[in-house]
């Protein structure tokens, strides 16, 4: 008998929201395999707030690198705003720690880059972007059916992230902002959604797009649209807003022999996935499409268990590396195809293109402006 793994040593970065409320639960779901050691907020009192309701002997810090120096972690769990996030998960990284983060990543895919030199360098420690939606049993069933083949050749698919955001939400400071932000709901929000898609689909091969700014007054947009090409030949909508009424996040895939759907908002169980064969399938085939008896809903908790799964195992964690790259590239391109209106080509987007060091790309329709 193989001997238990030991602990894993956390520490948390950023004590707000998405901390207390995601990324807490799941440490304490996972109490087994990971002791959270460390805090780290710039606010004295959102970091003794948190201490509190974390409980233990969690030490509190407001620099990262005190916390790194002194308590030296294993994984680094990143939930700060975007624009902190290429510094501190490389901060992170070149101390030895794996690093849990917080989407987008980074705000460009010249960040990335940064980023992954300073995996390379380490040598051992992994970046993963959090997209918690490709984790739940769902998702997990969904994708085996697809690569497999058992529903058919993907044919179409729709994506769909039709959320409400009003000026309040937009009055933080660092939100709307290409700065800070890194774009507006194609990179904060519908983010999430297209990766689910990408997770399920494969590779893409070609983006067309268009955004606008209809409502709110920021410098990024508040709705995007895509159509894409995959690989494997499928055709794709993509729709990211945060100017709807009625919210909902969709995702549908119609199969050759199949259609799946998922239709939820925050987060899905295995009843939001639906499947509807194809009127030459036999029932008896399309009973055994039913999504699995054990129902591991899309969350924190069960992407920090694949992490450390791969982390015991000794392999690169999932949503890291290629993975990671895939779903920043794929924002980059909407945003070029949108902005210049061309289409954008997967892998064209390099050094040297305006688009690889910001997701504006320096257009004259979408680069910020002073503010009085």
Not at 148 to 153: D, I, Q, V, Y
Not at 271 to 276: L, Q, S, V
Request: glycine letters at 10%; charged letters at 20%.
């Amino acid at each position: 008998m193989s001997p238990r793994p030991a602990r894993r040593r956390v520490a948390v970065v950023g004590t707000g929201a998405i901390v207390t409320g995601g990324h807490l639960p799941a440490l304490r779901a996972h109490a087994d395999r990971t002791e959270l050691v460390a805090a780290v907020d710039v606010d004295p009192a959102r970091l003794d707030a948190f201490r509190a309701e974390a409980g233990g002997d969690v030490a509190g810090y407001t620099s990262v690198g005190d916390m790194l120096d002194a308590v030296r972690p294993d994984l680094v769990v990143i939930g700060t705003p975007p624009s902190l996030h290429r510094e501190q998960v490389v901060t992170a990284l070149k101390a030895g720690a794996w690093v849990l983060c917080e989407k987008p990543l980074c705000l460009s895919l010249a960040e990335y880059d940064d980023i992954a030199a300073a995996e390379e360098a380490s040598g051992a420690a992994y970046a993963s972007v959090v997209f918690q939606h490709r984790y739940g049993s769902g998702a997990a069933h969904a994708r085996d059916l697809i690569t497999s083949g058992e529903l058919g050749a993907p044919l179409v698919a729709h994506c769909q992230t039709t959320w409400h955001r009003d000026a309040a939400y937009y009055a933080v400071p660092w939100r709307g902002r290409w700065s800070t932000e890194g774009g507006g709901p194609t990179m904060g929000h519908g983010i999430h959604q297209y990766d689910l898609l990408l997770h399920l689909l494969g590779p893409w091969a070609e983006v067309r797009a268009m955004a606008s700014r209809l409502v709110h007054d920021t410098e990024s947009e508040d709705v995007s649209t895509a159509l894409v090409r995959f690989e494997n030949g499928a055709l794709a909508t993509v729709v990211n807003s945060v100017l709807s009424p009625d919210e909902v996040s969709r995702v549908r895939v119609d199969c050759a022999d199949a259609t799946v759907e998922l239709t939820h908002l925050y987060g899905h169980r295995n009843t939001d996935w639906t499947y509807t064969p194809a009127r030459h399938v036999d029932p008896a085939r399309a009973a055994a499409w039913r999504t699995p008896a054990a129902d591991v809903p899309s969350s924190h908790t069960a992407q920090l268990g694949a992490v450390l799964d791969a982390w015991d195992a000794g392999e690169r964690p999932p949503g890291s590396g290629r993975d990671a790259r895939a779903t920043l590239e794929f924002a980059a391109a909407l945003y070029k195809a949108a902005f210049t209106g061309r289409p954008v080509r997967a892998g064209e987007i390099g050094p040297g293109d305006p688009f690889h060091a910001v997701m504006h790309g320096g257009h004259p329709d979408w680069a910020p402006k002073e503010r009085a």
